[in-house]
């Protein structure tokens, strides 16, 4: 009784979702890859093809064991798909050889179908130059390249190239263009062009723009003039050929630069309103006050010149809530004759906070001269007043980096056992007569190396928590040592469910040979 009551109800849900209209059915595929979404076909014959309108593509290399297949699953999806439906949206997932066949395949597809979101997130072995048509696109919204480090080589090795390699021969044509996340991008400016393009120029609606760890070869300044762009974040950002780096935008709200180059950036941007600095050399003086300034981090590890610093520093004079580098204070210290005469800017400081930029350095004496300290303070003697010391700052900074470490391999050790568990089933289902010897075998070759690599980088990631523990105080690691007992024990698990699924994947091919 209760049994068919069970199947009663499940039959109503099912007909509930299968009587929504196909947009909201798409939505909802819209968070699944394509491949799962497709496997919904099976249900009854309202799903049958239901997948082929779906405005939202994911693939994801990562659904595929073997390149072929994922190949032929690309050509499945493109060739079947409803070719007058639109793409929206296409998320991209590649990694190994050849995915730069994958890269200009499904990218030319997507173009062509009016594409508004496009997300590439890769690990490539070989460059790859992304075709000229993707420079215009009067329907794109979103776009974002990203190369993505694998895990084990995250923590082992340096990434010693960039593999998107976008030749620049004019300006980027994107009028409807409102996000452009670029990671680990090449950028060669043809030769036959101006080495001062101005790629951005035709991207009049661009309004959040993130750049991190490029490459330019051949340019020599990168204007960034965009009337409309509110958050701007350039993080190790342009390395190369680049010498001045020109910033317009009065509409800026959050402006973030990490520099460890010597770079000379000139900045109109009267509207700030977060302003985030750090880097060797100091910032050049805006060319405007930033008059809507309410936080301020400044983060400068060699300031030469003193003058400069406190150019800087006036600038800034609306700020509410600011921090800055120990080595900010020590050089304004070290100069405190360009402090006489000089009233204290800052009337509407609520904050002070100053802390060691370098965590290397051994002395922990804090110098700050009065001078400075009154040019800081005297318009403000109601904001607080913080300084951190060097031994604080390395607790502070070896306690998050364990934390971040327990979080990544805790990710990675969820995701493996899953991922695991589903293998273990598919096994036990195989039956004999469903095996390909020749494709087993070079699964099995696959399913070997990838097992030892994460098996290396398992044991890596609890190598380095350790070294980070152990140059830690004993009452911290004793807060965070039950973590990491618990985060042993699951990589044990983890460990011996790989291993087990390798044995259950040759157990299975020595019965087929028997």
Known sequence: MDSRHDDKRMNVEDDRLSSLPDCLIHK??????IKHAIQTSVLSSRWRFIWTSMPYLSLSRDDFTLLPKFSEFVTHVLSDRNNQTEVSSVKLTLHGEDSDVFVKQIIKYAFSHNIQTLNVATVLESDVQIPLFLFSSRSLKHLSFMMKCSAVRQYRTVVEYLPYYFKATSTWDFPALTTLYLHSVTLCCDERNDPCIDLFSKCANLKDLTIRDCYMNGFEVVSICLPLLSNLTLEQSISGSVKDINIVAPQLKNLTITDFQHKNYLISAPNVVFLLYKGY????????????LEKADICVFYPKCAHQVLCLLQRLHSVKFLTLSLEIVERLSSSVELLSNQPSPYANLKSLMIHPGQL?????????????RGYLLDSSPGATFTVYSYEYIRVMYGTKLAQDHIKKLRMFLEKEKAATDTKMAKIHEQGKADVDIDMSLKDLSVQVEKG????????????????????????TRATIQPSISTLRAEADTVMKKITDCIK???????????
């Open 281 to 292: 050399h100091c910032l050049q003086p805006p060319a405007n006050d930033f008059l809507s």
């Open 28 to 33: 909802i595929l819209s968070f699944i890859s």
């Open 452 to 475: 030892k690599r994460k098996a290396s980088f398992i044991i890596s990631i609890l190598k380095d928590i350790n070294q980070v523990l152990e140059k830690l105080p004993a009452s």
């Open 504 to 514: 259950m994947d040759l157990q299975l091919l020595k019965s087929v040979l028997s």
């Open 360 to 372: 290397i350095r051994s002395r922990e004496r804090v110098k700050m001269a009065a001078e400075v």
